[in-house]
């Protein structure tokens, strides 16, 4: 069977973010979120189809705890901290599953669209379904990111 599709992931401890993108037709064909034995359910699914694996790795930034802000209680900022660690976790999880099932896989740096909306993701890939923050990031992974201009705000 050719392989012909990329899967884009953005970790979550509840729910992680899945996309999946047909490379022939450039669309995307799937837009979800998962929980983390459903995800290798699905990685199991489309397997000897996937090109390869995009996986959201905030590890790789310098600094990858941002949790100290204006008026935030000490506790608030170690909450944060402790998920933020937690998803990172889930992502090195699923690194392993990839490598335990021979699957290509990338760690990417997150790409700054976690203020995109799901008008705007619309907009810019024609998914028509719903989407939450976690999937839509996803699907930015294995999108073609670089070829748009989204301001801060996640505008065109």
Not at 47 to 61: C, H, M, Q, T
Request: hydrophobic share 35%; glycine share 8%.
């Amino acid at each position: 069977m050719q392989k012909i599709f990329y899967i884009g992931i953005d970790p979550d401890t509840n729910k992680s973010g899945f996309a999946v993108y047909n490379a022939d037709s450039k669309r995307l064909t799937l837009v979800k979120s998962l929980k983390f034995p459903e995800l290798i359910n699905e990685l199991e699914r489309w397997e000897y189809r996937i090109i390869k694996v995009r996986i959201e790795a905030g590890w790789l930034n310098a600094k990858s705890n941002f949790h100290s802000s204006a008026g935030q209680t000490k506790a608030a900022g170690e909450r944060i901290a402790k998920n933020v660690g937690r998803n990172q976790e889930v992502g090195k999880k699923i690194a392993e599953m990839c490598d335990y099932m021979g699957i290509e896989y990338e760690l990417v740096k997150p790409i700054g669209t976690k203020n995109i909306d799901s008008k705007t993701f619309a907009k810019i890939t024609g998914w028509v379904g719903s989407t939450n923050q976690d999937s839509r990031d996803a699907a930015m992974l294995v999108w073609n990111y670089n070829d748009l201009k989204i301001n801060r705000h996640g505008q065109i």
